[in-house]
T-cell receptor, first 113, second 114 residues
Framework: DADVTQTPRNRITKTGKRIMLECSQTKGHDRMYWYRQDPGLGLRLIYYSFDVKDINKGEISDGYSVSRQAQAKFSLSLESAIPNQTALYFC????????????FGQGTRLTVV | AQSVTQLDSQVPVFEEAPVELRCNYSSSVSVYLFWYVQYPNQGLQLLLKYLSGSTLVKGINGFEAEFNKSQTSFHLRKPSVHISDTAEYFCAVSDLTGGFKTIFGAGTRLFVKA
């Protein structure tokens, strides 16, 4: 089983719908992150969480919200999806410290029509 | 503020040829540097990282990178590429100011041709 699991892997939704992307990890890490990947833009940080009670906005948090339900679970919500939120979304985890590597899920491909 | 620039969006190369993927960063403080690889339909995985010490860092799959502080660069190299190296490569920087702030470059797509 993967250390970082994202569900669903693919999703098509309509404009204005609420959608939740889920992430769970078995690494035992405190830190979890949500990124979106767009061609030519690399990965951009949406939200990150250092522990269950700590949630921080990243560089592109507008239109998104998150919930850290447990150490192992971190979900991303789009309250009212719009077409420019069509992207590949990645969840990642890491141990404490800026020198530690991030472990990524396989991604969720979201299409908003 | 940190930033990362990957100078090439795509690099086509023939099998068994050497390759260099370029990365420059800017930061007002000391940084940690990473290269990640993303194979098709997969998440990113770590290739190598520079934390301190020797400026030449060796990673998995025969890749290596050299940290150059004066040029603020962290270029990735491989002396002989294989078809299986076809993937997207991301340079990333993380600073030491406390907390976590890893910034990724836009990515370089390496395409290895037979």
């Amino acid at each position: 089983d993967a250390d970082v699991t994202q569900t669903p892997r693919n999703r098509i939704t309509k404009t204005g719908k609420r959608i939740m992307l889920e992430c769970s990890q078995t690494k035992g890490h405190d830190r979890m992150y949500w990124y979106r990947q767009d061609p030519g833009l690399g990965l951009r940080l949406i939200y990150y969480s250092f522990d269950v009670k700590d949630i921080n906005k990243g560089e592109i948090s507008d239109g998104y919200s998150v919930s850290r339900q447990a150490q192992a679970k971190f979900s991303l919500s789009l309250e009212s999806a719009i077409p420019n939120q069509t992207a590949l979304y990645f969840c990642a985890t890491s141990d404490r410290g800026a020198d530690t590597e991030a472990f990524f899920g396989q991604g969720t491909r979201l299409t908003v029509v | 503020a940190q930033s990362v620039t990957q100078l090439d969006s795509q690099v086509p190369v023939f099998e068994e040829a050497p390759v260099e993927l370029r990365c420059n960063y800017s930061s007002s403080v000391s940084v940690y540097l990473f290269w990640y690889v993303q194979y098709p339909n997969q998440g990113l995985q770590l290739l190598l990282k520079y934390l301190s010490g020797s400026t030449l860092v060796k990673g998995i799959n025969g890749f290596e990178a050299e940290f150059n502080k004066s040029q603020t660069s962290f270029h990735l190299r491989k002396p002989s590429v294989h078809i299986s190296d076809t993937a997207e490569y991301f340079c990333a920087v993380s600073d030491l100011t406390g907390g976590f702030k890893t910034i990724f470059g836009a990515g370089t797509r390496l395409f290895v041709k037979a």
